[in-house]
């Protein structure tokens, strides 16, 4: 076999592309993974989901030693925060992980292609470096992993200075006095919990009558007045329309979605976050003849295969949960399926987490999609203001909900607002991969005290026999 000859070509290297190329290497197969970026990781760990856990994570010691401290009898004086420092060590947290990964290339004997790859027919990526000359790759299948990127909003246009999306927002130098949050998603609020623990005022524009759209509406409630009351404002309901810059900073002109006067808001940084779209660009999809829908997504049948043989995509780029986890398991399934093994993805049950404090951790059905198909259920709810180790550590705020088919008390759908629900979430993943119940939650031994013990209560709840409320 040629040194240009594989037996899989992934292009991306973003948490799908990666896991993919590894796992199709453990398989036995001649594996090159194509990266245009320059480090591996793709937008998750590049300039997402990584480095703004680290920021978040910094800013809540920042707060918790502001706020909190002197409840346990800890006097700090006064405090200060060196943003240059917090940045410096989310980025070197982004650069040990993304030289990790190389590592594990290296390891796995897959071949890493630093360039822009274009698929110009079912079995070839022309690749384009940025210095030197376009090679041809050549290779039996192919997987797209390109991921998504920031959907750009009319009339906001975004220098990554000013006005950033959330890739700015993970290297600004200064606490911004006044930050405009467009869209009251993951990413916006998680953003914004962090510039508004370091002393920001900020404002988060949400077109929809709620924050989290998709999510529990209980869920969406408890989170607005959470953050509402950690000093965050909403203006729900409205929309931006423009944006117009000055060295004193941003004024953008807002209305009601309704219809009304419309009016002006001024910031110092403001910070697009409205969603994402898939990244096909130069992509060369049109000259392979693949399709996509009317969004641009990458079309995929039951085994993550487009519409031409050989070809397949997973990830952000053909839509669905837009999450890294969900891109992993595709990029497992799709390499062993290639590999002639079985492999499919259980979509119902893949978690969502919001890294905000109080976390929010998701998975199944939520009680708004359960009335919308008609599904007779039961619910369990219980407050975390009632749960022991969470009295301890003066972290209340929040509950656990579980939600369970009425006839069969199969688990469909658990909902988390409180300490580490992104870990408690998972708890249910497990139990609803294997067909659990409710009552399979209920009568597992929980070690006390614990904040699993809320859920094991709220399961306890569905038949009406939870103990401590």
């Known amino acids: 076999m040629s040194e240009n000859n594989f037996d899989l070509i992934v292009v991306g290297g973003?948490?799908?592309?990666?896991?993919?190329?590894?796992?199709?290497?453990?398989?036995?197969?001649?594996?090159?993974?194509?990266?245009k970026r320059g480090s591996l990781g793709g937008t998750c760990l590049n300039v997402g989901c990584i480095p703004s856990k680290a920021l978040l994570q910094s800013s809540h010691h920042y707060e918790a030693a502001a706020h909190e401290f002197a409840s346990h009898g800890i006097s700090t004086g006064k405090l200060s925060i060196n943003v240059k420092e917090m940045i410096a060590r989310k980025d070197k947290i982004v650069s040990e992980l993304t030289q990790g990964i190389e590592y594990l290339f290296k390891k796995n004997k897959v071949t890493y292609i630093k360039g822009a790859g274009e698929i110009t027919s079912a079995d070839k990526v022309t690749v384009a470096p940025e210095k030197g000359k376009k090679q041809v790759l050549t290779?039996?299948?192919?997987?797209?992993?390109?991921?998504?990127?920031?959907?750009?909003?009319?009339?906001?246009?975004?220098d990554e200075k000013q006005i950033v999306s959330s890739t700015g927002a993970l290297d600004i130098t200064a606490v911004p006095k006044?930050?405009?949050?467009?869209?009251?998603?993951?990413?916006?609020?998680?953003?914004?919990?962090?510039?508004?623990?370091?002393?920001?005022?900020?404002?988060?524009?949400?077109?929809?009558?709620?924050?989290?759209?998709?999510?529990?509406?209980?869920?969406?409630?408890?989170?607005?007045?959470?953050?509402k009351k950690q000093g965050m404002n909403f203006k729900l309901g409205h929309k931006v329309t423009s944006a117009k810059k000055a060295k004193t900073g941003v004024t953008l002109t807002v209305e009601p979605k309704a219809g009304g006067d419309a009016e002006t808001i001024k910031a110092d940084t403001v910070l697009v976050s409205i969603g994402r779209r898939p990244y096909t660009q130069s992509l060369g999809l049109e000259k392979a003849g693949v399709e996509v829908d009317e969004r641009g997504f990458v079309k995929v049948d039951h085994d993550l295969q487009t519409n031409v043989p050989g070809i397949f995509a997973i990830g952000d780029v053909i839509g669905g949960i837009m999450l890294a986890h969900k891109a992993e398991e595709e990029g497992v399934a799709v390499a062993e399926a290639i590999a002639g093994q079985s492999a499919h993805v259980n979509y119902d049950a893949i978690p969502g987490v919001v890294y905000t404090w109080p976390e929010v951790g998701v998975i199944g059905k939520s009680e708004e999609s359960l009335k919308k198909d008609g599904i007779a259920y039961k619910k369990g709810k219980f407050p975390f203001t009632a749960n022991s180790r969470a009295k301890s550590t003066s972290e209340t705020e929040g509950f656990v909900k579980v939600l369970a088919d009425a006839k069969t008390d199969r688990l469909?759908?658990?909902?988390?607002?409180?300490?580490?629900?992104?870990?408690?979430?998972?708890?249910?993943?497990?139990?609803m991969e294997f067909g659990g119940s409710a009552e399979d939650l209920a009568r597992t031994c929980?070690?006390?005290?614990g904040y699993g013990e809320a859920l094991k209560e709220a399961a306890m709840g569905v038949d009406g026999w939870s103990i401590h409320i």
């Open 139 to 158: 290779a039996e299948n192919i997987v797209i992993a390109t991921g998504s990127e920031v959907t750009p909003l009319p009339g906001v246009e975004i």
């Open 14 to 35: 973003g948490p799908g592309g990666y896991v993919c190329a590894i796992r199709a290497a453990q398989l036995g197969m001649n594996v090159a993974c194509v990266e």
């Open 178 to 227: 006044k930050m405009i949050v467009i869209g009251g998603g993951v990413i916006g609020l998680e953003l914004g919990s962090v510039w508004r623990r370091l002393g920001a005022e900020v404002t988060v524009v949400e077109f929809l009558d709620s924050i989290l759209p998709g999510m529990d509406g209980e869920v969406c409630k408890q989170m607005l007045r959470t953050l």
């Open 446 to 449: 929980h070690a006390h005290p």
């Open 412 to 431: 469909l759908g658990v909902h988390i607002v409180g300490p580490i629900a992104g870990d408690l979430v998972m708890e249910a993943a497990v139990c």
